[in-house]
């Protein structure tokens, strides 16, 4: 018992270099008090009555809870790293780069994110990220972008931007040169513009192709319901009906036909230094076809992505009109600081959905400041994303997507007790 005083006094009052990592730990063997910085660590056993010094990597063995996508033997070296959803190589090479040039790629985080991102933008990965891809109703291109600071808790995002092919490098200029978080359409344009940004169309023959098809199939598939002419039939310009309005459950076509994995590969990208600095990004030109003026998950914080130095990280991808309802990536950085495995964190949000959607696709990436990273996903039946860190360079994983939900009640809060 005597043990317990003195390695609570260890614990607390040991001199952090960095913000510390609190853990309690359960396994069958032992129970344990942890608080770890990058390099130091005392930890209280409760089973044994011992108070013990960590080395980092035994922290990284009590942090690790198995789930996570990391070799045995290597959790000492799981920073910096860089991580991006879906098999987008190039721009996980990009960030990479950045993070492997100088210590450990200090304050490097920023630039990794953004200059990973901007290379998906150049290269229209999937036709999903940068101009090109995704005709809007009216046959436009417009992208959403977020960048966020984990140190700073600061935001630069914009959404519905027309006409400027660098989406990301853009939200950091509101991120660095406003006191603002977000910007959206035509004035997001015109600030860009004011920034040095070239003002150029985003549209390419191939969206033009999508376009014609598009309208020559009567407008299908759309985003519209409760209105007329009967949007599953005809293009618009569409009125309200008169009739009464149908509801969610009824209007499955969305989820069951209109919308696959192949139409919302957003890119959501973590970076984190060896001083666990940590920046999150995004970039998407939404859903083919969406209504004009439609924003997603990416430019929204706790949607697309969520950084905060002293837990982790999370980027999210998929179906955004229904992911931005539930805020997966603030879910699961919020899970993390409660003591969830990054494994376990990536899922909240994921199981959170699938209650009242039961057919959403969508992923959401965590990873905690120590570097370690899982995913999770719903709706596919499995989910790509790539990973740097010093033990390996531009490496593809993929992850098996939950089931479908067995038929589950939600209970509102009040009758749980
Ligand atoms: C990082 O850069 C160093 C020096 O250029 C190189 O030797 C090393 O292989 C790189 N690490 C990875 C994982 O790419």
């Given at each position: 018992?005597f043990k ?6 260890l614990i607390t009052?040991?001199?952090?270099s ?11 063997s032992?129970t344990?008090?942890?608080r ?12 044994t009555?011992?108070?013990a010094?960590?080395?980092s ?11 996570v996508?990391i070799k045995k033997?290597?959790?000492?070296k799981l920073?910096?790293m ?5 098999n ?8 990479w ?10 304050r490097q ?5 953004v200059?990973g991102i ?10 999903a990220v ?20 984990g ?6 995002a914009?959404?519905?931007?027309r ?9 950091r200029?509101?991120?660095e040169?406003?006191e603002?978080t ?10 860009a ?6 003002s150029?169309?985003l ?10 098809h598009?309208k ?5 598939p759309?985003f ?5 002419p009967?949007p599953?039939?005809s293009c ?23 919308i696959g994995?192949?139409?919302h ?14 920046h999150a990004g995004?970039s998407?030109n ?13 430019p ?13 990280a ?6 955004g009109?229904?992911?931005m ?20 964190a990536?899922e909240v949000?994921?199981r ?14 965590a ?12 709706g ?7 990973v740097?860190?010093?033990t390996?360079?531009i490496?593809?994983?993929?992850v098996k ?8 009640e ?5 009758k749980?007790?």
């Open positions: 018992m317990i005083i003195i390695c609570l006094l009052t040991t001199q952090a960095s913000s510390p990592y609190w853990g309690l730990t359960t396994k069958p032992f344990s008090i942890t770890a910085t990058s390099d130091i660590a005392y930890s209280y056993n409760i089973k009555d011992t108070c010094t960590l080395t990597a035994s922290i990284n063995q009590i942090v690790a809870e198995g789930k996508g033997g290597a959790t000492d920073l910096p860089a991580i991006n959803t879906w987008f190589p190039d721009s996980n090479a990009m960030a780069h950045i993070l492997n040039q100088s210590r450990g790629g200090v985080t920023r630039n990794a994110v200059e901007t290379k998906c933008e150049q290269l229209q990965c999937d036709l940068g101009y090109g891809g995704t005709p809007d109703e009216q046959g436009e291109t417009t992208l959403d972008s977020m960048v966020m600071d140190a700073a808790m600061d935001v630069g914009v959404a519905g931007l006409r400027i092919k660098d989406a990301i490098r853009v939200a200029h509101v991120l040169r406003t603002h977000l910007l959206v359409g035509d004035s997001a344009t015109e600030f513009i004011s920034m040095g940004f070239r150029e169309s549209v390419t023959p191939k969206t033009k192709i999508i376009y014609k598009w020559a199939k009567n407008c299908q759309n519209w319901r409760n209105v007329h009967d599953k039939t618009g310009p569409y009125e309200p009906t008169a009739t009464p309005l149908t509801h969610r459950k009824e209007d499955r076509a969305r989820t069951e036909h209109q994995a192949q139409h590969d957003t890119i959501g990208m973590i970076a984190i230094d060896v001083d666990h600095q940590i995004t998407t939404g859903l083919n076809h969406k209504i004009h003026g439609r924003v997603g998950d990416s929204i914080a706790g949607a697309g992505g969520y950084a905060d130095n002293e837990v982790g999370a980027v999210a991808t998929g179906d009109d229904i992911m309802r539930f805020l997966p990536t603030l879910l699961a950085v919020e899970a993390m600081r409660n003591g969830k495995s990054p494994a376990e990536a949000g994921i959170r959905i699938r209650k009242h959607y039961k057919t959403f696709s969508g992923a959401v990436i990873v905690n400041r120590l570097g370690q990273y899982a995913a999770a996903c719903h596919m039946r499995e989910f790509p994303f790539v740097s860190n010093p390996q360079a490496h593809v994983e993929t997507c939950l089931p479908p939900e067995p038929s589950v939600v209970v509102p809060l009040t749980q007790t």
